[in-house]
């Protein structure tokens, strides 16, 4: 990972991927790190070798973090993803178990994770979203705010929902508190269609605080 020309963290792991018993010809595989960031942009480079070094594939993607402004709420998500069953589940730090994370508990043994680039899925996917809502510095919100999520129609009617949680914000250090979940729809919850996945931050008689949404799209 580079930030202005410079590297910020790199991570080499030697991994075997076995295809799984089934007898399938390819296996997915899910590799997740985590490092502090400060803001700026910065670009991820992925690149996948063969025993010999000879390199087969390479990806690369760019990304921003954004400067936190105190006293100020930050919504971020939702991020949406799948779990593949039959997939492999990795840390990028080979010390640290997987399968421990908040990730792997909701994936199950044998399943890996699939970012959902483009929010498509099959009725049968398990999906799973991310979400985060932070203050740096005093917490400018009452005790009774609320955040809500919830999956609309293209029409804007209700689809599915999850019952509100109180933004109850933790100490995460150096003045940082959050309330992030990692939480999932189960398979064949949605009907095929065109949905939207909505997580709003509101007060109890439903002024709107932050709220963000990414389109979904059910086979």
């Not at 999956?151 to 599915?160: E, I, L, S």
Request: glycine share 8%.
């Amino acid at each position: 990972m580079r930030r202005n020309n410079q590297t910020v963290t790199d991570y080499k792991r030697r991994i075997q991927v076995d295809p799984p018993s089934a007898g399938d010809t390819s296996r997915p595989v899910t590799l997740m790190g985590d490092t502090p960031l400060k803001a700026g942009q910065y670009n991820l480079t992925v690149v996948l070798t063969d025993p010999n070094g000879t390199e087969i594939v390479t990806a690369q993607t760019e990304f921003v973090v954004p400067t936190v402004i105190d006293d100020l709420l930050l919504l971020r998500g939702p991020i949406m993803g799948r779990a593949v069953p039959g997939g492999l589940f990795l840390r990028a730090n080979a010390k640290e178990q997987a399968q421990d994370t908040r990730l792997g508990k909701l994936l199950g043994p044998d399943n890996g994770f699939e970012p959902l680039l483009v929010g498509e899925i099959d009725r049968n996917d398990k999906l799973l979203y991310y979400w985060s809502a932070c203050v740096s510095g005093e917490n400018p919100l009452s005790d009774d705010v609320v955040v809500s999520r919830s999956v609309k129609t293209a029409a804007g009617a209700g689809a599915y929902a999850t019952a509100p949680v109180p933004l109850k914000l933790e100490p995460r250090g150096k003045g940082i508190s959050c309330l992030d979940m990692l939480e999932t729809i189960p398979p064949n919850a949605l009907a095929s269609g065109d949905y939207r996945l909505d997580v709003t931050v509101m007060h109890p008689n439903g002024d709107v605080i932050a709220r963000d949404a990414q389109p979904l799209t059910v086979r």
